[in-house]
């Protein structure tokens, strides 16, 4: 699937033009806000080609791509431009609390990461250059380069201005008007002559700040003129519109950001200094084992933008970082680390190959294809990649290791830890800190016993190919059962008008791996899928399981989960369970030719449901008049996910939301 098959499957799946409010993407991730999430078909497009994995996460949705990420959304942006959709439909719901501030602080920061990145690694290579000799700082080509490097940082509100503006819906250019007053001269060289002249604004005195490389002022700045520009817009008639709004929310915005909202915004970030200060000088390694070690699942649920406006204070105000840029570059050498040494272990071509190029990967600081490829998969290399993250944290904050420039945490970001005075102490620190992380991480993950994964494909087709699976799994039926013959009853069952007592249920007690737990969605007699007429259930094609025959015509959710698929015929239908159970509930055998007859659906396709809720109701005596079986498959269609799928009783009645199935991993 190329890049543009692909974001066009993302952006169907994902709801259609219409159910997307914004797009944007970060290093490796696609990154959505929805208007519905009900519309949103995770399961299908986790499955898609060139998906590494797909998730909701502080109120966003995410897609995990890896490296093309920039090329898929290239493409997604195109589409979405050519779908037009309106700027004036309903809001999706707002976040709240700390969702609402980290997707804020996401939607800021993340499209302005490839200038930042940019001329921080070239601050990198011009402190090695310096170091080996081969450029000299008084020369006009350091000149140069230094000013390209320092460019982004020095002019930094004028960034954040752009993409606060985007964030807050506001007009970008008014937003950069208010950067431009913050770094006018007039304030500038107040701020240099050491507030000689205090400057004031109708009696009111203006705070000289020095707003060059500043974060957090321009941000409040511009989040204020979005709540301005709303409210003075009310109010100018239309023809003059273009004319006075502007002038008038700057003459407002303008005098309140520098007498108020500046200061406070550059107090705020002294005390993150502080803050951070104070954290290393309390704390030491432990602050390190901590967060070097929990930094994958920081970066994976989004919590690693909160850091962002400290990191970036840090740099400008300090001349380094201590915290966000060391502890990331261990932790991803860790996961590097790990998946090497599931690359040298593993006998699986497929999982071999996979380690090997997301390895590649996170040595440059890109870590998702590893996590979501490999070690979340796998689950033990992420426990070791936790435990060398740790070992490396604790190490670098004991020495104070320290980044004096912003880029992607990796194996090239190295000379950035060279001292501004080409002192080489804290490169060396660098090293070892890296050296532990990737050591501990591949030893650990060499040591530790985990399970190969499985290649076994499940023969259940693609959301994208001709029809359902429950229409395809009939057309392989080879018997049609008649009711009133031999048939019609499973072999080896007891006969249904007169079964025999109960026994008492057969419950597996030597489990010891993580289980899922699948209820009962009908009430009846359990039988065996090898006890099918039908070979494509009794040869286990579509997954394990076990069947019932029912003794009602409700089917309820056998989990919390989401509805993932109705079949037309309204014979069958597939839920996703929050924790990534495929089920597939097929209410009896070559149902399908009754066309939906009998059947009446009670939910739709995406729609939430909850343990116990109504999914389907069907005539038992009328569909049993059409000569059709009613023995219901309950199957696990992602069987291969799973070392086991276990029922936890093989004969006599289940009662409905009874305990059924159990998956193993």
């Given amino acids: 699937m190329n890049h543009r098959e692909l974001s066009t499957e993302i952006i169907r799946l994902t709801g259609g033009p219409e159910n997307i409010t914004q797009a944007w993407h970060c290093i490796t991730r696609l990154r959505f806000n929805v208007r519905e999430e009900k519309k949103v078909q995770l399961e299908q497009i986790r499955t898609l080609d060139g998906v590494l994995g797909a998730q909701f996460q502080n109120d ?35 976040s709240r609390g700390i969702n609402a501030v980290l997707d804020t602080i996401s939607g800021i920061f993340t499209p302005i990461l490839p200038a930042i990145v940019g001329t921080g690694m070239l601050k990198g290579i011009l402190a090695l250059l310096v170091t080996l000799g081969a450029i000299q700082e008084t020369s006009g080509e350091y000149q140069i380069l230094a000013s390209i490097a320092n460019a ?13 503006a985007r964030k807050f819906k506001v007009n970008e250019y008014i937003a950069l008007t208010l950067a431009g007053t913050l770094l006018y001269p007039t304030i500038l060289n107040a701020y240099s002559e050491n507030h000689l002249e205090p400057i004031r604004f109708l009696s009111l005195p203006v705070s000289i700040v020095n707003y060059t490389q500043s974060v957090i002022p321009i941000i409040l700045g511009v989040w204020l003129l979005s709540y301005v520009h709303r409210w003075v817009d009310r109010f100018i008639p239309g023809p003059v519109k273009v004319i006075f709004t502007s002038m008038i929310v700057l003459v407002i915005t303008v005098p309140i950001l520098l007498i108020a909202i500046g200061p406070l915004g550059n107090y705020i970030g002294i005390y993150l200094e502080i803050g951070t200060s104070w954290l290393f000088a309390h704390s030491g390694p432990l602050t390190g084992i901590v967060l070097g070690g929990l930094m994958p699942v920081i970066v994976m649920t989004g ?42 272990k593993t006998k699986n071509k497929s999982m071999k190959s996979i380690a090997l190029s997301s390895g590649i990967s996170a040595f440059l600081g890109i870590t998702e294809p590893a996590i979501y ?53 804290n490169f060396w620190y660098a090293l070892i800190g890296v050296g532990i992380s990737f050591v501990v991480s591949f030893t650990v993950t060499l040591l530790l016993k985990w399970d190969e994964p499985i290649t076994q494909q499940a023969a259940v087709p693609s959301s994208s190919e001709q029809g359902s699976v429950a ?29 025999e007592p109960t026994p008492p249920p057969v419950i597996v007690h030597s489990i010891e791996e993580k289980k899922g737990e699948i209820f009962s969605p009908l009430t009846g007699d359990l039988v065996l899928l090898k006890e099918l007429p039908d070979p494509t259930f009794a040869e286990e094609m579509t997954g394990k399981g076990i069947a019932i025959y029912p003794k009602e015509g409700r089917v309820t959710a056998p989990f919390d989960g989401t509805v993932t ?51 389907l109701e069907f005539d038992i005596q009328s569909i049993q008049a059409a000569g ?27 009662p409905m939301n009874g305990l059924l199935l159990l998956t193993v991993r």
Avoid: W
């Fill in 60 to 94: 966003q949705f995410q897609v995990v791509i890896g490296n093309k990420v920039a090329a898929v959304y290239e493409e997604l942006e195109d589409q979405l431009k050519q779908g037009g959709t309106a700027q004036t439909e309903a809001e999706p719901p707002r």
């Fill in 471 to 499: 229409e395809l799994t009939e057309e392989k039926a080879t018997i049609t059962p008649t009711i009133g013959s031999e048939s019609a009853k499973p072999s080896g069952t007891t006969d249904r008008s007169n079964p």
């Fill in 565 to 615: 698929m109705i079949a037309k015929s309204k014979h069958a239908i597939m839920l996703t369970s929050s924790s990534g159970i495929d089920i597939l509930i097929h209410v009896g055998l070559n149902s399908v030719s009754l066309k939906g007859q009998f059947f009446d659906a009670k939910v739709v396709t995406g729609q939430r449901v909850n343990k116990g809720d109504l999914l």
């Fill in 152 to 164: 982004a940082f020095y002019f930094l509100p004028f960034l954040l201005a752009v993409s606060s």
């Fill in 628 to 654: 059709i079986d009613l023995t219901t498959p309950v199957i696990v269609a992602n069987t291969p996910d799973y070392l086991d799928v276990v029922p936890v009783q093989v004969k006599g009645v289940i």
């Fill in 303 to 344: 919590m690693h933008y909160a850091f962002f406006p400290g990191t970036l204070q840090n740099l400008s105000k300090l001349g380094y970082d201590g915290l966000l840029l060391p502890l990331n570059l261990v932790a991803n050498m860790s996961q590097a680390g790990a998946v090497m040494a599931v690359f040298l």
């Fill in 373 to 425: 490829g490999v070690t979340l998969k796998l689950k033990k290399p992420f426990y070791a990649s936790i435990i060398g993250g740790a070992a490396g944290g604790g190490f670098i904050t004991a020495v104070g290791l320290k980044c004096f420039g912003f880029a992607v945490p990796g194996l090239l970001s190295l000379p950035l830890y060279i001292g501004p005075n080409g002192g080489m102490a």
